[in-house]
């Protein structure tokens, strides 16, 4: 039996609250993750200022330099978000928007994941969707199948024990990371 390599993924909440449906998924995902595949997350999107393109003439924040060079070395990206009026949280597209203006796109080719929790029905789709769009631009290679949209998350998720607690949305999550692992094995 041949043994699998090691792979090292990051994960980008979008969520800047600690107590929210996404930081709990952000936070269980190395459980759920293959043996082989190590995730470590990225730092706060909070902590990036407002894109200002006078802010960046004299140089890149060092919070957009850490997260680029993070992502840069990583294998894959997770992004784990909620939905805001319909699409992504400001402060991810913020982030999104710094990182693609670092002289190397730390995005451009790296395999992406993108896993949204919400309290509504549909789980976060019409973020994915705005997301996946804005990821075309910075040219990730986003993961098709399975998609993770966790809808009803007061039901899936336990903020008190900070655990996701349905079966199924675990076994959805796990099965979405095998095959981010297994497309990122394969981009070689």
Do not use: C
């Not at 293959?34 to 140089?59: F, K, M, N, R, W």
């Amino acid at each position: 039996m041949s043994q699998e390599k090691p792979l090292k993924f990051v994960s980008l909440l979008g969520s800047l609250r600690k107590a929210s449906f996404n930081a709990i998924v952000a936070r269980n995902l190395a459980s759920l993750a293959p043996t082989h595949v190590e995730i470590s997350a990225l730092g706060s999107v909070g902590e990036i200022p407002h894109y200002d393109a006078d802010l960046q003439a004299h140089g890149f924040p060092d919070a957009v330099v850490a997260m680029g060079k993070a992502i840069s070395a990583a294998d894959a990206l997770i992004i784990v978000t909620p939905e805001y009026n319909y699409s992504v949280p400001g402060a991810l597209k913020n982030a999104l928007d710094w990182l693609s203006r670092l002289p190397d796109t730390p995005v451009a080719g790296k395999p992406v994941a993108i896993l949204t929790a919400s309290p509504g029905a549909i789980g976060g789709a019409r973020a994915q969707y705005h997301l996946r769009q804005i990821l075309v631009f910075l040219d990730g290679r986003v993961l098709n199948k399975p998609e993770v949209m966790i809808g009803q998350a007061p039901s899936r998720l336990d903020p008190e024990n900070d655990s996701i607690t349905d079966a199924d949305t675990r076994s959805l999550i796990s099965a979405q990371l095998a095959a981010l692992a297994k497309m990122t094995a394969n981009q070689g």
